[in-house]
Each structure stands twice: as structure tokens, then as C-alpha cells.
């Protein structure tokens, strides 16, 4: 007779673990042109929370949060790039390890959670940016004290390359207005990236006697706007009433070119101005002629460079008898009644002369007039 005895091996509990992820997106993005990150892990750390919970098999009794059981808890870092170390001292994460953050400041890389019997052991806080282009993993391992069981947990995360695009910005403001009683005779404009890429500038202006843009310096239209280095310089005494231009910058991203735009605006406008007519009197009979003077005032200020203003003197038939600030008007020409008017008007910005919708020029210079007068 043969004598048999069976031994029953308690059923292992079902055991359910892995690594929860805080702190939001769980990839670095880093910015080719700053070498900025986003987030930056400096700043935002990355939280690993582990958890663990099994189920008796025997029992069915649930353990939601095992973590409190567990013991012999440590981390590694397996750089993506160098794989071939796998788990050993020179992967395991250093809890001393210290590093600088955006700001300057000295930080603690890593720290973690380790008291026995604690609702959340093994929570690490990860306070470093993943090197461009790479992979890091972070692994987990501890001993289930219920068991003896070993748990391994690993956890992905990677830095992306992203493109920043840059933008056109300018030394001075690209929307201008020109005060022509007040404001300097030359404007300048330079334009420049917000981000330093490989960058090609060019400028064209708005004609509609040229049916659009074109160019800049390609039409004789251009007249009172040179362009000097990437930028551009307006004679603002030789201006139209308003400029029209456009920036165009070809920047290279990454081997790709990518066109930006900005359109500039230059418009002249007269301050608001009175006027009045002064040092006029009675006059004898035998006098046949007189000289007024005109006092033109923008607020309290008096004008003295006129040379923006037509200054024109009418008898009473509505009929232009002299021009000027101080001119002199005989009397004769006034008529019967001796009345006569003064209108000040701005004489506008600078216009190109045509003749049936045709340019006119001398000796190769275009014909200029004032817009206004």
C-alpha cells in the first residue's frame, strides 16, 4: 500500500499595481530657438504615485491601497539612450541629487515618500526635464510584505522638439501719425525677430496707380520713403497724406522657410488750428495800400513755420488778392465796399502731378503738388 498526503498551497492574492502620474502633461516640449521648456519640470514637478491593491483569493477580503505593506522600495532611471545598464547602483535614483531651477534657484531632483506604513509610500517628485529627443524611464520595485511578492512598475516619459515660430516686431511704432507742425522730419523703422532665426527682409508699398503693391523703390511714387539696411527712413516733409507698407520677412525653421508679414501705416494729419488777422487799422485817404498780418494758433502756441498752411486774402467777390503771412493788398482791389476775407487752409501732404492718368516729371524728376490746395 502506497501513502499519499496532499498539501494545499494557499491561492497567491490577485494583485493590481502600476504608477499614477501628477502634476499634468507627463511629455516635455522644448523649444528648438530658446531651449525652454514647457512645463518645466524645475517649476512644475512631475509626481509618480504608485499604488497597489490585490484581493485575497481565499478570503475575497479587497485591499484598495496596499502601499502601506510594502517595503524595500526604491527607484531607478534608465536613460532611453543607454538602456544596456539596466537596473543596477549606477541607475538608481539618488535622493541627495541637486540641480538649479529656471530661476536660479538650487533644488532637490528627486524626493520621495519612503516611511514605512504610509498611505502613499513611494511617491516620487521629479524635478528635471528630460534631455531633448530622448526617452527616460522611471521603475518602481518594492516587496509586498503580505507575500513576499516583488512589484515592478515602470513608467514612459519623453521630451518633444517643438518649433516656436517668431514674429516681426519693429524699434518704433509700425502705426504712426504725423503731426506736421510738431513732428521730427525723419521717421525710422527697423524691423527684427522676436526669436533670432535665419531671416530675410523685404519691403513693398501700396500704389493704386500702380494697381497695388509693389516693391519699395521700384516706382518713383516712393519718393519720400528710402530704404536703409533691413529697415526703412520716411522724409515726412515730402510725405503723401498717409503711407501704406508692407514687411515681409522669409525665415528659415528648421531648414523650412516660413513667410511673416506686418503692414506699416505713416498718415500725416494737421493738428486742429484758429486764426485771426492782426496790426490792421483805419488808414488815410491817400493811402492805396495795406499789409495784415495773419496769426495762426494750434492751442496757445502761435505758428511760426507757416510753410503747412495756404494763406489766401478775398475781397468780397470771393476772388484771391494777395497769399501770405504778411502780404501786401492794395485797396483797389478790394472794391466799393474796402471788405476782404481770410482763409487759412492745410495744405496736405505731397501728390504726384498727372496728366491722364500719366506720371508727369522734369528733367527726370516726378512733378509734385500739394493734396489739399
Not at 520713403?225 to 515730402?238: E, L, M, P, S, W
Not at 495744405?347 to 498727372?354: E, L, N, Y
Request: charged share 25%; aromatic share 10%; with cysteine.
Amino acid at each position: 500500500m502506497i501513502r499519499k498526503k496532499i498539501r494545499k498551497v494557499p491561492k497567491a492574492p490577485r494583485i493590481s499595481s502600476g504608477i499614477i502620474p501628477e502634476g499634468g502633461a507627463t511629455a516635455n516640449q522644448e523649444v528648438l530657438a530658446s531651449g525652454e521648456y514647457y512645463p518645466d519640470r524645475t517649476l512644475v514637478p512631475l509626481i509618480l504615485q504608485p499604488f497597489v491593491s490585490y484581493k485575497d483569493a481565499v478570503t475575497g477580503k479587497s485591499v484598495d491601497n496596499a502601499l502601506p505593506e510594502l517595503t524595500n522600495g526604491q527607484w531607478y532611471r534608465l536613460d532611453g539612450s543607454n538602456r544596456s545598464l539596466g537596473l543596477c547602483d549606477a541607475t538608481k535614483i539618488s535622493m541627495s541629487q541637486t540641480g538649479t531651477d529656471a530661476n536660479g534657484d538650487v533644488i532637490t531632483v528627486f524626493s520621495v515618500v519612503s516611511a514605512p506604513g504610509s498611505a502613499d509610500y513611494g511617491r516620487l517628485t521629479v524635478r528635471e526635464n528630460v534631455p531633448a529627443g530622448h526617452n527616460i524611464t522611471y521603475i518602481f520595485t518594492a516587496v509586498l510584505s503580505t507575500d513576499g511578492r516583488p512589484i515592478r512598475e515602470f513608467f514612459d516619459t519623453r521630451c518633444d522638439t517643438i518649433f516656436e515660430y517668431p514674429d516681426i516686431e519693429f524699434d518704433n511704432n509700425s502705426t504712426a501719425i504725423y503731426d506736421p507742425l510738431h513732428g521730427e522730419q525723419y521717421y525710422s523703422l527697423n524691423p527684427s525677430l522676436t526669436i533670432d532665426y535665419p531671416v530675410t527682409w523685404k519691403w513693398m508699398s501700396y500704389h493704386e496707380m500702380e494697381g497695388g503693391w509693389v516693391e519699395l523703390g521700384t516706382t518713383p511714387l516712393d519718393w519720400a520713403v528710402d530704404k536703409v539696411g533691413d529697415g526703412i527712413k520716411i522724409n515726412r516733409k515730402k510725405m503723401q497724406d498717409m503711407i501704406m507698407l508692407r514687411c515681409l520677412a522669409e525665415v528659415t525653421v528648421d531648414g523650412t522657410s516660413v513667410y511673416l508679414e506686418k503692414i506699416v501705416s505713416h498718415t500725416r494729419i494737421m493738428p486742429s488750428f484758429e486764426y485771426d488777422v492782426i496790426r490792421v487799422g483805419e488808414f488815410p485817404d491817400d493811402v492805396d495800400a495795406f499789409a495784415p498780418y495773419a496769426e495762426i494758433k494750434t492751442g496757445n502756441e502761435t505758428v511760426t513755420d507757416v510753410s503747412e498752411f495756404l494763406i489766401e486774402w478775398l475781397n468780397s467777390s470771393n476772388l484771391v488778392v494777395a497769399t501770405g503771412i504778411n502780404p501786401t493788398i492794395r485797396l483797389s482791389s478790394l472794391g466799393a465796399d474796402g471788405v476782404y476775407y481770410l482763409r487759412v487752409r492745410d495744405r496736405g501732404g505731397f501728390a504726384a502731378i498727372t496728366d491722364d492718368g500719366k506720371l508727369l516729371t522734369s528733367a527726370d524728376a516726378l512733378l509734385l503738388d500739394r493734396s489739399k490746395v
